[in-house]
Each structure stands twice: as structure tokens, then as C-alpha cells.
């Protein structure tokens, strides 16, 4: 059974530029959700995204965003990059039920300069 | 929000050792889930083992057990002969019963196995 596949892994984008990551989930999994690592904030949700409907939103703003298709993969978007945007993003997939454990990927590392 | 809380930076151990993490979280739900994720230098978060808020009854899984006090709010993990593929960074998350998937994880303790 393939895991959670994230693409690309590693990006370098400029400020002012718009970036889009994208998950594919485990084979009948219907939850995604994506989360932001920082060295210093550790990890921090972002969206929870199950059946294309967001379930669950985290305290970010607006810039970021994302979608779920109808195949449960699923793409965030993060538009106007910041310094501080640079990070390892992680999704990770689920049943959706809430006692299933969260199956995670390996991450994209998005440096800003 | 909830809040979890590692105050654990780093931690070291002798291979065969025990070691304990800690954990302790602020909530205000009475049903919710709790967690111990791994995260070994190759980035892929695997976990280690779940807790739910109902059960007394503290989880075990192989080398690795928790304390559950569910009064003081914390939740420890406790690994047992410890062996050098157990070096990672550890993540106590934190998942309310009743709304979807929004994991609550503390900043991390990273654990070295010492040879």
C-alpha cells in the first residue's frame, strides 16, 4: 500500500511569489490535513480537508489556502510568500474518523528568499 | 485552543536505558485523544502510540508505555530499552473527540540514543 506522497519535496521561491504543494493521500483515505513545521513553532495546523469540504481550519491567514478533489488529493496554495513562510509542510491523511491514526508524508521544504 | 506542552528541548539516553518524555496539555474538553508521533531524521512522522481520555487503563505498546494522569493533564512516554533507531524527534499531539482532525502538537523533544 503506497503512503502519503508529497510533491515537490523541496521548493525555493522569492517573496512576493504564490506557491502551490500538493498531497496524495493513502488509497481510501477521505481526510487530509496539512500542517506547517517551523524549528521554533513546532507544528502548527493548518486546514483539515474531508470529502473537498474544509472541516477544520487553524489560525493562519488568509494567504493560505487549499482544496480537496474529488480523488482526496489535495493542493495547498499559499499566495504573496513571506520570509517567515519558509518551512517544512506537512500533510498527512486519515480514515477522518476521530480515533485513526493520521498516516503522515515526508514534507515539502519551501525556502523563501 | 488547546495547548501542548514539551519542556523537554532534548534529552539523551544510554542504549538499553530507559528514558521518559513529557507531555502536559491544557483543555477544557473531557473527551479527546492523545498521542506520542516519531519523527526520525528522514522527516517521515510515524506513531508511536494513542491514548483515549476514557480509558484509566494506561497504553503499552511493545518498548513503549504512557502515564496517563488525567487530573494534572499529562501524558508521558516512557521507552524502555532503548535502542539507537529510537533516536527521533518526539511530538505529544493532542485531538478533541468531537470536531474533525485538528491535531494539537507540542514543539518536540529530540531524543539521542547513545551507543
Known amino acids: 500500500k503506497a503512503g502519503v506522497t508529497q510533491t515537490p519535496r523541496y521548493l525555493i521561491k522569492t517573496r512576493g511569489q504564490q506557491v502551490t504543494l500538493s498531497c496524495s493521500p493513502i488509497s481510501g483515505h477521505r481526510s487530509v490535513s496539512w500542517y506547517q513545521q517551523t524549528p521554533g513553532q513546532g507544528l502548527q495546523f493548518l486546514f483539515e480537508y474531508f470529502s473537498e469540504t474544509q472541516r477544520n481550519k487553524g489560525n493562519f491567514p488568509g494567504r493560505f489556502s487549499g482544496r480537496q478533489f474529488s480523488n482526496s488529493r489535495s493542493e495547498m496554495n499559499v499566495s504573496t510568500l513571506e520570509l517567515g513562510d519558509s518551512a517544512l509542510y506537512l500533510c498527512?491523511?486519515?480514515?477522518?474518523?476521530?480515533?485513526?491514526?493520521?498516516?503522515f508524508g515526508p514534507g515539502t521544504r519551501l525556502t523563501v528568499l | 485552543a488547546q495547548t501542548v506542552t514539551q519542556s523537554q528541548p532534548e534529552m539523551s539516553v544510554q542504549e538499553a536505558e530507559t528514558v521518559t518524555l513529557s507531555c502536559t496539555y491544557d483543555t477544557s474538553e473531557n473527551n479527546y485523544y492523545l498521542f506520542w508521533y516519531k519523527q526520525p531524521p528522514s522527516r517521515q512522522m510515524i506513531l508511536v502510540i494513542r491514548?483515549?481520555?476514557?480509558?484509566?487503563q494506561n497504553a503499552t505498546e511493545n518498548r513503549f508505555s504512557v502515564n496517563f494522569q488525567k487530573a494534572a493533564k499529562s501524558f508521558s512516554l516512557k521507552i524502555s530499552d532503548s535502542q539507537l533507531g529510537d533516536t527521533a524527534m518526539y511530538f505529544c499531539a493532542f485531538l478533541e473527540a468531537n470536531t474533525g482532525n485538528q491535531f494539537y502538537f507540542g514543539t518536540g523533544t529530540s531524543l539521542t540514543v547513545i551507543p
Open positions: 498527512a491523511s486519515s480514515f477522518g474518523d476521530r480515533n485513526n491514526e493520521q498516516f
Open positions: 491514548q483515549e481520555a476514557y480509558k484509566q
